[in-house]
C-alpha cells in the first residue's frame, strides 16, 4: 500500500496494490521513464522477506499457488527437510509428520538463516569502510536508497554500501521531506532528491568503530 501511495505520487495508476497484473504494469511504463530507478527500487523494497514454513501460501513474485524449496541440501537445511520427506513418500507411499515439530524448525530456520545474512552484511561493510577510511576525497557513483528529512542515504555503485549525506551539507537551498514521494524537495529552487536518484557523492568521514559513512553531494546524473 505505501509503495502504492509512492507510485501514485508519481502519476501511475494503481487501484488494486495487491495486484501483480497492476504492478508489473507500472514497472513497464516506468521502463523509459526518468523516475524508473525510484519506482523499480521502491517496488523492491516493499516486498516482504521469505520465511519458512510447513503452510502452503504459494510464491507471489513467481505467481505460483504451490512452492517449496528444492535446491541444495548443502546449502539450505530446510531443503534438506523436503528432500527427507520425498524419500520417505517414495519409501513408504505415506509419510506422517509432526506438523508442530515443521513449525519450530521453520521459525528456527528462519532465524538463523537472517542472523547469518545481517553478519555476512555486518562483516562485509566492517571491510569497505577499512578500505574506504584511508580514500577520503573519492568521488563515485551512487543511487539514492533512503529519504528522510534529515537527509538521503546513498549507495556506492562500486562498494555497494549506503552513505548518510546530511541535510546540512546541502547548502543550496532550504529542503523539506515529502513523506509521500520520498523526496527531499528545495523550497526556493525546486531542486529535488528522491528515491532511486543516481547522484556522484565524496567521501567525507568514515567511523569504522559506529559502522558510518558521511558523503557529500558532488552532483547529479552519475
Known sequence: ?????????????????????????????????????????????????????????????????????????????????????????????KVSVDEAELIALGE??????????DAERELIKLKILAHLVERIGLEMPAVITGVEDFGFFAQSVEFAIDGLVHVSTLADDHYRYEAATHTLAGVRS???????????????????????????LVGRNA
Open 108 to 117: 528456527h530456520c528462519t532465524l538463523t538463516e537472517r542472523r547469518a545474512a
Open 1 to 93: 500500500k505505501a509503495f502504492a501511495e509512492f507510485a501514485r505520487a508519481l502519476g501511475y495508476k494503481i487501484r488494486k496494490p495487491q495486484s501483480r497484473y497492476e504492478l508489473q504494469t507500472v514497472l513497464v511504463q516506468s521502463g523509459s521513464r526518468p523516475d524508473r530507478y525510484a519506482v523499480h527500487y521502491g517496488l523492491l523494497r516493499s516486498m516482504k522477506r521469505a520465511e519458512y514454513s510447513p503452510e502452503e501460501i504459494g510464491h507471489y513474485a513467481i505467481a505460483s499457488d504451490s512452492y517449496c524449496h528444492f535446491t541444495s541440501p548443502i546449502r539450505r537445511y530446510p531443503d534438506l527437510l523436503v528432500h527427507r520427506l520425498l524419500e520417505r513418500s517414495m519409501r513408504s507411499k
Open 190 to 216: 525546486g531542486r529535488a532528491f528522491r528515491l532511486g536518484d543516481t547522484v556522484r557523492v565524496r567521501v567525507a568521514r568514515v567511523d569504522i568503530d559506529r559502522r558510518q559513512l558521511d558523503l557529500q
